[in-house]
Structures are given as structure tokens and as C-alpha cells.
């Protein structure tokens, strides 16, 4: 019959060694496949690391919650914040595996961040029922952030502290953060372009930047999704674009839910740019990224935010558009110009790629291709047509002209 043991404090030696520092050591015991009892031990880290047996105390509790993990933990025994956050990114946001089907890499990236940037700081040297609802209220509102990024800390706290009820260093229906209040509300409407100020847009980008913006405002791809893209991703007889990856911070992973994955329809005039930029580009083999950085020999896309700051911002203050542009700008655009073009929401939806819109419209209704294809055409029937009046003015000598005629042939 299998008997647990007690709960392990384990020990902590100092060990001199033969050459370099004394290094801190700790050790415990554990069952092995034949359910004998076995002495084992690990190295935390030198002396200068840990001067202090306290600092190497501290840095063992989360190999003491580890190998204790077959053992109940409340409510006698004490778990620090700092614990729990080693414990949840050994658990939760390890490297990806092949067949993970957990958090994608940009999720566990921001995970990582906020909890190192502002729960450990605060809480690290808390222990867990220390933690409560008003307190962490009343942090949030000190937080020199925005509303959406301080409901973001928050809900990142309300899933660690999910992580210690499953692990068990918590009681079930004891997650404080549950009860925490933290509005996510935008204080300011984002700004979203209109038909003019896209165009005028567009007369001010290079070729490169032009079709970027242009297949970003006419899909809503996310900037991660658009830097991703390679030639062999479009299909330029059918009319389609394969979404099936994602890069954040140089790493390639997969997108950011399964129904970002799906096919996104590619009206004419975006595939005639497509193929315009390819003839011209220098990197356009199947296997090559369809924005792949020269400066990196073709190895890497190039970096959006690099193209935003150096190329899309000084145009935008060219083109005398005072808004503030970012790659979500033009995903936020697009679909306002679906929905004032009176287009069904579940075309919106799957259009964008959303996960859901509600439970119902996910049950009862499905979009087909061509209402989205039209969808999207009617969009670029709007920005088509906007070119082609601003060509006409730029060209009609007794018309207004604010830009080069080199730009307009560029």
C-alpha cells in the first residue's frame, strides 16, 4: 500500500571546494522505481551568488516545493510568491515542444515579463494566504499603467494563483485575485484611419512598406502573422493566403489561436501587388519570407517594429495624419470599414480570426468563402477607387498637388 511520506524541509550545507568559491548544497530524500528511500543533492550556487544562508534558503524553496510535489501542502506548510512563480514557469512556460499544444510562445514571453517586471517585486517575498484581494486593489491603482495593462497584471496573477490550487498549495474556491476589481476599460478611443488617410498613406511609402500596409489594412493580419508570411504561404490562383505561423521577439511559432490558422482570401489587387513586389524583391523562392530582411541576408523578416518607427511614422507625418499608427492600427481599421459597410459579424469575425464572437453566432451561423471574399472587396473597392482619384488630382495640372511626381510613379 503506498504510504506518503512527511513533507521535506530538506537541508542546506556549505561545501568547500577543491578550486573556486564554496558552493551552497541541497539535499533530500526521495523514493525510487523500487520504493527504496535515496539520499539526493544539488548544487544551488556559489557563495557569490548566495553570500548568505538566508539568500540560499530562499533560492531553495522552489526545489523544496518541487520534490515535495506528491505531498499535501495546505494549510500547514507556507509557499512564497517567488516560489510559485519558479514553480509555474518551470511548469507552465518551459520551452515549447513539438506536439505543445499549451500557451504559444509570445503568451509565455509576456507571462514571463509581467511577472518578473511587477508581481515579484511586490509579492515575491510574500507567502501566498499573505496575499490579499484589497491589497492587490490597491496596488494595481499605484501602477503607472494603462487600464488594459494593469487588468493584464491581474489576470496573470488570477492564473498563478489557479496554478497553486492545482498544485495544491492552496485550498480549492481560494484564489484571491478572483475577487480583485481592475477595469480594463480604455480611457481614450484608438485611433482608427479613414479612406483619405490611408491613401494618402500609401503616396507616401516605398514599394516595400506600401504593400505591407496595403495587405495588413485589407486582411487585419496581426504584425506578427503579416512578418511571418512566406511565398509559399500564397496561393495566388486561388485567391487565398495561408496563415500557419507566427514571430515574436525572432521566434517562429504558431499562431496565436487554431481559428487564426484559417485561410484569409486575397482580393486581385492585393495579389497584383504581391506579385509585383516578388519580381522585385530579391528574396522570392517558396521557402523565403515574403518581407525577408536584407540586412540579415534574407535569414530573418524584418523587424515591424523597426519598419514602424523608421518608415510608416515619418511617412504618416508626411502625409500630415496626426493620429497615432501602430500594426494594429490597420487590423482596427479594417474591420471598422467592414462593419460600415453593414457586413454580417460572423464575416467580421472570421475575416479577423477570432476565436468567437458569442456562443451562439459560433453554434448557428457559418461564414463561406465568397461572403468573405466580397467582404474584403468592398474594402478594397474603397481604397482602389481612393488611388485612382488622388492619381487623377496629382496628375491634373489645375488640381491641388502636395506631393512629388516621383512619388506617384514610385
Not at 542546506?12 to 522505481?33: H, L, Y
Not at 506528491?70 to 515549447?96: C, Y
Not at 494593469?150 to 488570477?158: A, G, L, P
Request: hydrophobic share 35%; aromatic share 8%.
Amino acid at each position: 500500500m503506498f504510504r506518503r511520506t512527511r513533507y521535506q524541509q530538506g537541508t542546506i550545507d556549505r561545501v568547500k571546494r577543491k578550486q573556486g568559491p564554496d558552493c551552497w548544497i541541497f539535499r533530500w530524500r526521495e523514493t525510487d522505481a523500487s520504493g527504496k528511500r535515496v539520499r539526493r543533492k544539488v548544487v544551488l550556487g556559489t557563495i557569490e551568488k548566495y553570500p548568505t544562508e538566508s539568500s540560499a534558503l530562499k533560492a531553495a524553496e522552489s526545489l523544496r516545493v518541487t520534490i515535495n510535489e506528491e505531498q499535501p501542502r495546505f494549510p500547514q506548510q507556507p509557499v512564497s510568491v517567488a516560489a510559485l512563480i519558479t514553480h509555474f514557469k518551470l511548469h507552465e512556460l518551459g520551452p515549447i515542444q513539438e506536439d505543445d499544444e499549451g500557451r504559444a510562445f509570445s503568451t509565455r514571453t509576456v507571462y514571463s515579463d509581467f511577472l518578473r517586471l511587477y508581481v515579484e517585486p511586490k509579492w515575491g517575498d510574500s507567502g501566498l494566504r499573505e496575499v490579499r484581494a484589497v491589497a492587490v486593489e490597491k496596488w494595481l491603482r499605484t501602477l503607472p499603467l494603462a487600464r488594459g495593462t494593469k487588468s493584464k497584471v491581474r489576470n496573470i496573477m488570477s492564473v498563478l494563483f489557479n496554478h497553486a490550487i492545482r498544485h495544491e498549495f492552496l485550498p480549492q474556491n481560494s484564489n484571491p485575485i478572483t475577487m480583485v476589481r481592475q477595469s480594463a476599460k480604455r480611457i481614450g478611443v484608438p485611433d482608427i484611419l479613414d479612406v483619405a488617410e490611408l491613401v494618402a498613406l500609401f503616396e507616401e511609402l516605398s514599394h516595400r512598406e506600401r504593400v505591407m500596409v496595403l495587405l495588413d489594412a485589407l486582411t487585419g493580419l496581426r504584425r506578427g502573422e503579416l512578418m511571418a508570411l512566406k511565398w509559399q504561404d500564397a496561393n495566388f490562383e486561388e485567391l487565398e493566403l495561408s496563415v500557419t505561423r507566427s514571430i515574436y521577439r525572432k521566434v517562429v511559432g504558431r499562431c496565436k489561436t487554431l481559428a487564426s490558422e484559417k485561410p484569409v482570401p486575397l482580393d486581385p489587387w492585393i495579389a497584383e501587388e504581391l506579385l509585383t513586389w516578388k519580381r522585385g524583391c530579391p528574396y522570392n523562392q517558396p521557402e523565403d519570407w515574403i518581407f525577408a530582411s536584407t540586412r540579415m541576408k534574407g535569414k530573418q523578416p524584418y523587424s515591424p517594429d523597426s519598419i514602424l518607427k523608421r518608415c510608416i511614422r515619418p511617412a504618416a507625418t508626411r502625409a500630415k495624419i496626426a493620429k497615432t499608427i501602430g500594426w494594429h492600427t490597420f487590423r482596427r481599421t479594417f474591420s471598422t470599414l467592414l462593419k460600415a459597410n453593414g457586413e454580417d459579424v460572423k464575416v467580421v469575425q472570421e475575416l479577423l480570426r477570432h476565436a468567437s464572437t458569442k456562443i451562439t453566432l459560433d453554434v448557428y451561423a457559418q461564414a463561406v468563402t465568397p461572403d468573405k471574399r466580397r467582404a474584403q472587396t468592398k474594402v478594397a473597392d474603397m481604397l482602389r477607387a481612393g488611388v485612382g482619384a488622388r492619381k487623377k488630382s496629382l496628375l491634373d495640372p489645375s488640381g491641388p498637388s502636395t506631393i512629388s511626381q516621383e512619388a506617384v510613379s514610385d
